[in-house]
């Protein structure tokens, strides 16, 4: 889950709930965005997708499944 894999490095999405905001944001499944932080105590993840940052709520972050990119 893009949740709970480390920062600072490259992801592919594999699954994605298909929810309009995050199609809207860029988050779909093949769609390859840079893990830059996880927030404590329960915050959103941050990732830049096309090099725009979006902070992405840990209730979405916890159901977006991704595999490390090459």
Do not use: C, W
């Amino acid at each position: 889950m893009l949740y709970d894999v480390p920062d600072n490095q490259v992801y592919r999405i594999i699954a994605a709930p298909n929810v309009a905001l995050l199609n809207a944001i860029g988050i779909f499944k093949g769609q390859e965005v840079l893990k830059k932080a996880t927030y404590k105590h329960g915050g959103p993840v941050l990732v830049e997708i096309e090099s725009r940052e979006v902070a992405i709520g840990k209730d979405f972050a916890t159901q977006i499944t991704v595999e490390k990119s090459n």
